[in-house]
C-alpha cells in the first residue's frame, strides 16, 4: 500500500467528493487539522484512562470526530453522515452522570492535579480550539456539530475534574492576588 499520492506536494488537496484543488492554508483545512489533533490526543487521554469508565465514552467521542471530520471535510455533492441531536444528547448524558458524583464548584481550577486530568484538560482547550474554528468556516457546520464541540469541552472538563475525585485529589483554585 502506498501512503502517498505527491498530490499535495504543490500546497493544494481536495475535499472528499470534489476535484477542485484548494491551497492548504484554506480555513476548511485549519479546521480539519485541529480535529485531527484533537482526536489524537483523545487517544492519548484514552491510552491513560483504560480500566476506567471514561475510556469507552473517548473511545465514541474519537468516533465521532471522525464524523465531524468527514461532515466538513467533504464537498457538498458528496453526502455524508453528520452529527445528529441524538449524539449531543448523549454527550449530555455522560456529562450529567459524571457531573453528579461531583461537589459543585464556582471557581476556575488548576490543571494538573493527576496525569490523566491533566491530558483531559488539555483536550478540553483542543476541543474549544476546533469549536472556535469551525465556527469561523464561510460555511459552518450544522447547529448539531457546533453543539456537539461546545457540549465535548464541558464534558473534557467534568471527565478531568472525575479524574481528579477517583484519586481523592482535591481541586486547586486559581489564587488571583
Known sequence: MKYFTGSGDSGTSTLYGSAKRLPKSNPVFEVLG???ELNSYLGICRAHAKGRNIAKTLETVQKDIFIIQAEIGSSKKSPVETITEKKVKELEEHLASLAKELPEIR????PGESILSAHLDYARTLARKAERLAISLKHAPKTPTLSY???LSSLLFV?????????????KKPDYT
Open 149 to 151: 464541540l461546545n457540549r
Open 159 to 171: 471527565m478531568a475534574r472525575a479524574a481528579n475525585a477517583e484519586l481523592n485529589l482535591k481541586e
Open 107 to 110: 471557581s476556575f481550577t488548576v
Open 34 to 36: 485541529s480535529l485531527d
